[in-house]
């Protein structure tokens, strides 16, 4: 059913890891906060324009969007997502010329979007912290926020709580529009999205996120909030 809302009956490529590959841990120590690893080639003949990324048997299956916009290429994406039982995760890119590639992995886990949410800790709604490596080739972008999914229970109250999550992200790299991703409930709280390229990114780097519920606007550049 996702197949065909999203790609009709296109084929898909399966097979060639060295174009793009996926990396999930088959058993994850924390369903909530899973570590989920996309790399790419930086193919001139094959460029990727959207990637998305599915976990089959969550409530809302589609995780995130990601549009490649910038003319420097992504290689490495990592981020944290739940998961909420034993599941198929898959990547499918796009490239320009109308391809359709897609990696899979399997992962046992349960409870990932039901999963409390954690104690309270520092920081504040939205906050952003930005890191980049030493050699400017990647970043690191740590945004505050509950992420909530709807499908989890407040330990104090025993009242459901109401999903509310980081529903866009935005990267801007040197003025110009890098990485676009919609995202939604199925984001680890406090969302971490690393990105990484092979050659070092266009400076000032600014990452912008927007609240699903309040629709504030949270932006941090070059590690300053």
Known sequence: ALRSKHYGDKPMGLVDETYMS????SNTPDPAATPLTLRFADDDHRRIKRVRVFIDNNPSPLVATFEFAGATPLT???LRVRIDRFTS????????DGGLEMRSGWVKASGGCS????????????EIRLRASADGKSLQASI????????????RTGDPIPAHYISHIRVNAGGNV?????????LSENAALRITSDRSLPQPITVDALDSETKALYTATNGRR
């Open 22 to 25: 996926l990396e999930v841990p």
């Open 76 to 78: 490495e994406i990592n």
């Open 89 to 96: 995760v898959r990547a499918i890119a796009e490239t320009a």
């Open 115 to 126: 999963a409390p949410p954690g104690a309270a800790a520092a920081g504040v709604l939205g």
């Open 144 to 155: 505050r926020h509950p992420n909530s999914s709807g499908f989890q229970i407040d330990p």
């Open 178 to 186: 890098l990485l676009d991703a919609e995202t939604g409930i199925s």
